[in-house]
């Protein structure tokens, strides 16, 4: 997506990071205890309040700066969101159905809490959040340049955040 957005002449993330997954908020604690704190490192995660409570800890113990520390929710001006919620709706719904061979319609779901959560209470089952990031990767000359205004305005703004945190 960063790319993408520079491609577009917007601002995507900074050559001067080094993206390191982690599996999500609760392993947070064990890479800062395996790399130590002398990283400078900016955590992204969903807005969900599982494995928080850890990472305000950290920031607590001063092992993780609190202005470092971004929910992907605040950024999209929302109380909770995953980090699919950055894609509009229709877009990730594309992502969803080309994944899983499947014929949603965003007009199908329902409430407007994140979008995983609206999939799985309308498919009634659990997904792989894996695949449909795993098709945009594998496909992304055929993806991104139909991604909606929404979602590269999105993306722009979390990179934004992002980008503002590298030391000066």
Not at 105 to 116: A, E, H, M, N
Not at 124 to 130: E, L, N, P, T, W
Not at 138 to 156: I, Y
Request: proline share 4%.
């Amino acid at each position: 997506m960063s790319r993408h957005l520079l491609e577009l002449g917007k601002e995507g993330l900074s050559d001067k990071w080094s993206i390191v997954p982690v599996g999500g908020a609760d392993l947070v604690p064990t890479f800062v205890a395996l790399l130590g704190n002398h990283l400078d490192v900016t955590v992204v995660v969903d807005s969900q309040k599982a494995g928080h409570q850890k990472l305000e800890r950290l920031a607590d113990q001063g092992l993780l700066a609190k202005s470092r520390l971004i929910l992907v929710g605040k950024v999209l001006g929302r109380k909770l969101a995953d980090i699919e919620d950055v894609f509009s709706v229709e877009d990730y719904i594309c992502l969803y159905n080309a994944a899983f061979g499947a014929k949603l319609k965003t007009s199908q779901l329902t409430g407007r809490d994140p979008i995983l959560a609206r999939i799985e209470r309308h498919t009634d089952k659990s997904f792989d959040h894996g695949k449909p990031a795993d098709v945009l990767l594998r496909r992304r000359d055929e993806f991104l340049p139909q991604f909606s205004t929404e979602t590269v305005e999105n993306f722009e703004a979390l990179f934004q955040v992002i980008n503002a945190t590298l030391p000066k």
